[in-house]
């Protein structure tokens, strides 16, 4: 694992970096950056991809001062993409966004499950889930427990089979949710992370 950390200095500047596939976290004025980090927003998190040293400098200031001015949560926003799976069976699709074994293929380091409640870890950060609803082999939801505090309509994330039966190929439908201002950021996430389903399920 290639983990760095950046402290920033009394002026404000902080260490310089070469390009990674990073995520810059403002935690007591340290930025711990990982090769591959935590793969959600947590608190006072910002991701970046293909990181300078300039971008890192601007990113570094901008999360010191929402920290420091404690600026509140903001409204969360719904979001739907769908991808193509090609001919992928929908039961092993499935085996792949339910199952502990299965999203820790892709979606997280690993995964644990007792029950309803899930734990996603990413390096040695973990976030735990409750699965809302599940329908075999069509959909399941999931529910971060910091979400569960938040005013209604709660944030959920939830994947979607669907099988076209003239052609045999198979969708995924993503529904998640993120603040307006990290929707480019919540996308892109996705992306990444259904590019690597991909390339594991070879399609």
């Not at 959600?40 to 990181?51: F, L």
């Amino acid at each position: 694992m290639d983990e760095r950390i950046l402290r920033e200095d009394s002026s404000g500047t902080a260490a310089t970096t070469g390009q990674y596939l990073a995520e810059v976290t403002y935690v007591k004025q340290v930025y711990t950056v990982r090769a591959h980090g935590i793969q959600r927003h947590i608190a006072r998190s910002y991701r970046i991809r293909n990181a300078t040293a300039t971008n890192y400098l601007f990113l570094s200031r901008k999360i010191a001062y929402l920290a420091e001015t404690n600026i509140p949560d903001m409204a969360t926003q719904k979001f739907s993409i769908e991808y193509d799976m090609r001919s992928v069976p929908v039961a092993l699709l499935w085996n792949y966004i339910s199952t502990p074994n299965g999203l820790g293929q892709w979606f997280a380091d690993s995964v644990s499950a007792t029950g309803s409640e899930y734990t996603f870890t990413w390096s040695k950060q973990s976030e735990s889930a409750t699965v809302l609803s599940s329908r075999h082999s069509v959909a399941i939801r999931f529910r971060w427990h910091r979400d569960y505090d938040k005013p209604s309509p709660k944030p959920y994330f939830e994947m979607r089979i669907a099988k076209n039966e003239l052609t045999g190929e198979t969708a995924i439908f993503i529904t998640d949710f993120s603040p307006a201002e990290e929707l480019a950021d919540a996308r892109e996430l996705w992306n990444s992370q259904i590019e690597t389903l991909r390339t594991r399920l070879g399609c």
